[in-house]
């Protein structure tokens, strides 16, 4: 497939389309396995599916870890099949592990960097600006940490000059996705309002999971190919070289 030129948003989301169907199953099965700590999680009134006495932080950050290593390992294997070298899952697996470190680091840094833009402002306006700020840094940060092991400084080298399309594919991608998983959870508790309680909480959460795995699935795609059609954009030729150099 011919390379666009440029950085478009139109491009990155065509390409993105095109990545994600072609490697559908495989992509699913990752995200599919990332989510599965979701089962541990308590919801608002305290029931969780799989109950390990875990406090409602722990379960979360086990959950939200889990994600983040699964949307490493699909970055990886989805910009090394859209430079046409064949990876399995396995391979992919194993450079996820091994880039986690840098990962871990990043996105401490991230935390520590929106603990600080939050505590700053007292308003929920001013939330969301450190939100909206945060997004702004580090929105090639993982596919930056999974294919080359760096970190927040070289997302920021990356993206210049087009920041600002990168914040409007982040936030497009996150309400989309958001929108997506909140629709589907209330269909599903509409169907099943007449079921046994018993079956209601776990066929939902297995519902919400499902949409939560195809929506990590689809951005760990999108972060992939904005990655590579940054590179592209600024006539580096490095896009198609740069997992051989950092391998």
């Not at 990545?19 to 559908?24: D, G, I, K, L, S």
């Amino acid at each position: 497939m011919k390379l666009p030129t440029g950085f478009r948003i139109g491009g990155v989301l065509k390409r993105t389309r095109l990545v994600f169907v072609r490697n559908f199953f495989g992509l699913a099965g990752i995200a599919g396995i990332a989510v599965v700590p979701g089962f541990i999680v308590p919801a608002q009134d305290g029931y969780a599916p799989v109950n390990l006495g875990l406090p409602t932080w722990a379960a979360t950050c086990m959950y939200a870890a889990s994600i983040l290593f699964g949307q490493s390992i699909m970055c990886f294997v989805a910009f090394q099949r859209m430079c046409g070298r064949p990876i399995s899952l396995s391979a992919g697996f194993k450079v996820g592990l091994r880039r986690s470190l840098p990962l871990v680091g990043t996105t401490l840094v991230i935390i520590v960097i929106l603990g600080i833009l939050q505590s700053s402002s007292d308003s929920y306006l001013g939330g969301l600006m450190a939100g909206i700020i945060l997004l702004f840094i580090c929105s090639t940060a993982l596919p930056v940490c999974a294919i080359e092991g760096l970190g927040l400084r070289r997302s920021w080298e990356l993206t210049k000059g087009h920041r600002w399309k990168m914040l409007a594919l982040v936030l497009l991608a996150v309400l989309t996705g958001l929108g997506l998983v909140g629709t589907m959870r209330f269909l599903a508790r509409e169907i099943l309002s007449f079921a046994p309680s018993a079956i209601v909480g776990p066929v939902a959460r297995i519902n919400a999971l499902i949409w939560t795995a195809l929506w990590t699935a689809f951005f760990a795609v999108l972060l992939a190919v904005s990655y590579h059609e940054l590179h592209t954009a600024k006539g580096s030729g490095e896009a198609d070289r740069i997992v051989e150099v950092f391998e």
